[in-house]
């Protein structure tokens, strides 16, 4: 999602997928809490992020991450066909 932030767990039959909020992005940075602007801003493609400007080039926050856990799971092959 645009807005939220999901996490999607999936290890053989197990499966689990949740809201764990809203992106940083698309909150006011008034609504971001002091004592967690430089961690926050750490995860940001672009510390100027822009979200309620005319235009923005970056995706704030946003970004989807896979982990694969397994023998051989980490080979050249697997990570050429992900890439």
């Not at 996490?7 to 809203?22: I, T």
């Not at 309620?52 to 896979?66: A, H, L, N």
């Amino acid at each position: 999602s645009n807005i939220a932030a999901m996490y999607w767990s999936h290890a053989g039959s197990s499966f689990e997928m949740q809201c764990l909020g809203r992106w940083w992005a698309t909150l006011p940075r008034e609504q971001w809490p002091d004592e967690a602007l430089s961690e926050i801003l750490a995860d940001f493609d672009n510390k100027n992020h822009d979200e309620f400007g005319e235009t923005w080039k970056s995706v704030g926050d946003r970004r989807q991450e896979i982990v694969l856990i397994g023998p051989g799971m980490g080979d050249a092959t697997n990570r050429e066909i992900i890439q």
